[in-house]
């Protein structure tokens, strides 16, 4: 499970966040929590344009695409904080990323108080109609004299209170899958196959499906090759050893970028026939369209649907099984959204492998085997191949996303 | 009388600014009320310098040297705007500008609450250990469908409501004389708050 804790407080020195970097420690093992500060978002005003401010574009993207949220609220004149209260009424003007969204509120506090009365208006106005959160009943859980409250390594010092918010934590993961239900995914527009939307990064001199793309473009932009160094987030390699890299990969992988162009495969030098995507070289630069026109138009959909879905948040990943694969074969395919700095959709980094030779060194290293069952290909496809038994689910299967 | 007419909003447009706007001149025989805006105050953040910025100190110096404070609040999301939650939380940082102050809650609504739960919130935090400021009790003035509200020269339209409206603003005169003689505390208070410190709790 994927969590955002929101740090409610704007100053440097916070209990409240103290309190976050607990949890995300002590339960990592449990759920995942990014923690996300507000500082930098400017006082809510309906005159102005939320998008400008980079903060808030993170966390509307983060909390759209979390399975729940944690607040740490401190309390200041018997309220949640300014700030706080700030970015909620940013998040519910032009955007709702809270609507049907689970939320556990907590709090920090110098004194005895814990932050009651905060946590209590904080309540109230997470179920505000436009904000309409899903805030998890009970559970309160206050941090009174948090100056005390914690040792030197940042964790609490009493026992009983960590089992406490533990207990608390445990039902606001069993809360999370409750209310799943009542989600509603949003709607999926539209998609541009054709790649109509030109991106900072998009050449436009070259049209897309020009099978010499990959050499036009090279010529045109100066694109570096060979020995030159380029430097990456973290490490520093050439592109021969960039390549080297991913031709390594026990993948075929796939780079489209957000405006539908499909810009890169890491098997250019395979045989076509024995991938388990087909691709050639003459694909790269072209439109998502042409890479699978090919296809009836009903899969055509279902190529709209996987974008879609990744491009709204509705889910970071799509796992699709490729049916009618040979026995020793288990076609996975893997759709996983990649985004900007900000959070935003910029793109699929698709990853094709054969499952197969995984699953049975699993079984042969752990010593279980798999058991009979009646295994169908769920219209959720983002549940993981892995309740299926192979075998039945590639019999069974019919509703791959793409057979490219 | 002299009176500080808060406006609880950085919006361009607010009915509450415009029923502020309205007591100031319908009251003008009664009381001089002077409108402040919270709008450029820059966003809270515990500044650990404790300086206050110069547009805070001139609202909190204007307070000081009013009778008492209307003030007139929207409400975003069932609570006080942020922009309001701010100007306080600045008015509270180390000065104590509405401390016994007689303050006044009105508000106004497009919807038919009238800001109900913005004023009953805005209660508790005046009422804090670094506000205490002396709010009328039993006084909830709150303007519903707040669109509809004022005719083209910005005056109330329904009869009834304008009644309700002078009653209350009697009230709060004799409201901010009574609130003089309550002075015993006053002092004790005032060093209280100053010495306040929740490092120190």
Request: proline share 5%.
């Amino acid at each position: 499970m994927k969590f955002v804790g929101i740090v409610g407080s704007n100053s440097e020195v916070s209990y409240n966040r103290k309190l976050l970097e607990f949890v995300r420690k002590h339960f990592k093992d449990t759920f995942e929590l990014e923690i996300l500060e507000i500082d930098e978002v400017p006082l809510f005003n309906q005159d102005k344009n939320w998008e400008d401010s980079f903060q808030l574009r993170l966390l509307n993207n983060k909390i759209t695409r979390a399975d729940g949220v944690i607040i740490a609220t401190p309390e200041h004149n018997h309220t949640t904080t300014t700030a706080l209260k700030s970015v909620l009424e940013w998040l519910s003007y032009k955007v709702h990323p809270f609507e049907n969204k689970p939320v556990m509120i907590m709090g920090a506090s110098y004194y005895d108080q814990g932050t009651s009365r905060a946590q209590l208006h904080l309540r109230n106005i997470l179920d505000a109609p436009g904000v309409n959160a899903y805030v998890l009943p009970g559970n309160e859980f206050l941090l009174g004299k948090a100056k005390e409250a914690f040792d030197d390594q940042g964790n609490i010092k009493s026992k009983e209170t960590v089992a406490f918010l533990g207990t608390c934590l445990n039902n606001f993961i069993k809360y999370v899958d409750v209310v799943k239900g009542l989600k509603k995914p949003r709607p999926i527009e539209e998609e541009d196959l054709d790649c109509n939307h030109p991106i900072k990064t998009t050449v436009t001199e070259v049209d897309p499906d020009d099978p010499e793309w990959v050499e036009k473009v090279a010529a045109l932009k100066n694109a570096v090759s060979g020995d030159t160094y380029v430097k990456l987030d973290h490490g520093i390699l050439t592109v021969d050893q960039i390549n080297m890299f991913l031709r390594s990969m026990p993948f075929e992988l796939t780079y489209a970028d957000d405006n539908n162009q499909f810009l890169y495969y890491n098997n250019a030098h395979q045989d076509p026939d024995a991938m388990l995507a087909k691709r050639v070289p003459s694909q790269s630069g072209s439109r998502l369209s042409t890479v699978h026109n090919s296809l009836p138009p009903k899969r055509m959909k279902n190529v709209e649907w996987v974008v879609g879905t990744l491009r709204n948040g509705n889910q970071e990943y799509v796992r699709t099984l490729v049916p009618g694969s040979p026995e020793n074969i288990i076609n996975t395919h893997h759709y996983q959204a990649m985004y900007y700095p900000d959070g935003s959709y910029a793109g699929i980094n698709e990853l094709v492998f054969n499952f197969k030779p995984w699953l049975d060194w699993y079984l042969k290293e752990t010593g279980q085997r798999l058991v009979g069952g009646k295994a169908s290909m769920t219209p959720d496809v983002a549940t993981s191949a892995s309740q299926a038994t192979p075998t039945e689910a590639t019999l069974d299967a019919n509703t791959g996303a793409s057979e490219h | 009388m002299k009176l500080i007419g808060i406006v609880g909003t950085n919006s361009k447009k607010s009915t509450n600014r415009n029923l502020l706007v309205y007591m100031q001149k319908h009251f003008a025989d009664k009381a001089e009320i002077e409108l402040v805006e919270i709008k450029d105050l820059p966003l809270f953040n515990k500044p650990t310098d404790k300086k206050l910025p110069g547009s805070v100190l001139e609202i909190a110096q204007k307070i000081e040297a009013a009778d008492g404070v209307i003030i007139a609040t929207p409400e975003y999301d069932h609570a006080v705007p942020a922009a309001l939650m701010n100007a306080l939380a600045w008015l509270s940082y180390g000065i104590t500008p509405l401390l016994n102050k007689p303050v006044m809650i009105t508000g106004a609504s497009y919807g038919q609450l009238g800001s109900s739960r913005a004023q009953a919130q805005l209660r508790q935090i005046l009422d804090a250990p670094e506000l205490k400021a002396n709010v009328m009790p039993g006084s909830e003035f709150l303007l519903p469908h707040s669109l509809q509200a004022f005719d083209a020269d910005n005056n109330l339209l329904d009869l009834g409501t304008v009644q309700k409206l002078d009653a209350l603003f009697e009230d709060f005169c004799l409201f901010v004389k009574i609130a003089e003689k309550l002075s015993n505390a006053q002092d004790l208070l005032h060093k209280e708050a100053q010495d306040f410190d929740w490092e120190k709790l």
